[in-house]
């Protein structure tokens, strides 16, 4: 069992982050909309799978197409590669779950799996090239996205304003992690991101004080991030999300607004 979640990144291993990270914006959705006890089972098992089969699937191919020693690799030595990649796939069994719940969503699960499929698999394998960054970025405002139209026959206006912070934060943890493996090389850049999620959250706010959370948030990075350095131990800081530098607490902060205000 331990194998099959360090396999599917359940368990992180090593440098590699756990899957589970993600689910967070699923569950942002959730609170952000009226509550449907099937329907949000249903999504959560089908992105769950998703992400399961995304994050095999990255190790797989960065095995295969870089040599790079993952849990992957192992499970090549032990099974071949066939095997392998066929227990890879095997989560996507839960997608046809997003049936229970709508049509957009079903659809918008159908465009995230497309966009994990072409930042890790060839012929596109887009982690490699210069855009290829955006994608997890992209990923995270979907997710809510789709989860919130599981439940509600249409989005609302805070959830569709939410959206574009939500790919500003994510945005800053994937700098952080082309900085741990030295595809960034300067600091400077994860200091320079808290800067247009205060700009826009702070207009945001004018509209709806619930964005007040998005100024809180920014301003705690913006300020932690002046201390960071070349010694940081930035594996350690993607590990720990809750730090100041990161404030992934923006997420929780946001779903207690949502129920509040």
């Not at 959730?30 to 249903?42: D, I, N, Q, R, T």
């Not at 071949?80 to 990649?85: A, D, M, P, R, Y």
């Not at 789709?146 to 994510?170: D, K």
């Not at 730090?243 to 129920?259: D, M, N, Q, T, V």
Request: aromatic share 8%; hydrophobic share 55%; with cysteine.
């Amino acid at each position: 069992m331990m194998e099959l979640l360090l396999f599917y990144r359940v368990k992180g291993w090593r440098s590699k982050l756990s899957c589970l990270r993600f689910m967070v914006y699923p569950l942002l959705g959730f609170s952000l909309s009226p509550l449907k006890p099937v329907e949000v089972m249903a999504d959560a098992l089908a992105v769950l799978g998703g992400s399961m089969s995304a994050y095999a699937l990255n190790d797989y191919f960065d095995f295969r197409l870089r040599g790079e020693e993952n849990f992957s690799s192992r499970m090549v030595e032990r099974m071949g590669e066939g095997k392998t990649l066929a227990l890879a796939l095997l989560p996507l069994l839960l997608l046809p779950l997003s049936l229970l719940t709508t049509l957009p969503t079903l659809l918008l699960l159908l465009l995230l799996l497309l966009l994990t499929l072409l930042y890790s698999a060839p012929p596109f394998r887009l982690k490699e090239g210069r855009g290829g960054f955006l994608i997890p970025p992209l990923c995270a405002p979907l997710l809510v996205l789709q989860a919130h139209l599981a439940l509600s026959p249409h989005p609302s206006q805070r959830v569709l304003l939410l959206l574009p912070l939500l790919f500003l934060l994510q945005l800053h943890l994937e700098v952080l992690h082309l900085l741990d493996v030295g595809r960034v090389k300067e600091v400077k850049w994860l200091r320079a991101l808290p800067f247009p999620h205060l700009l826009l959250s702070s207009l945001l706010s004018v509209l709806d004080p619930f964005f007040l959370v998005g100024v809180l948030s920014s301003c705690v990075r913006l300020l932690s991030a002046r201390k960071m350095g070349a010694r940081t131990e930035l594996l350690k800081l993607r590990k720990e999300a809750w730090r100041p530098e990161i404030f992934a607490e923006e997420l929780a902060l946001y779903a207690a607004a949502g129920l509040l205000l």
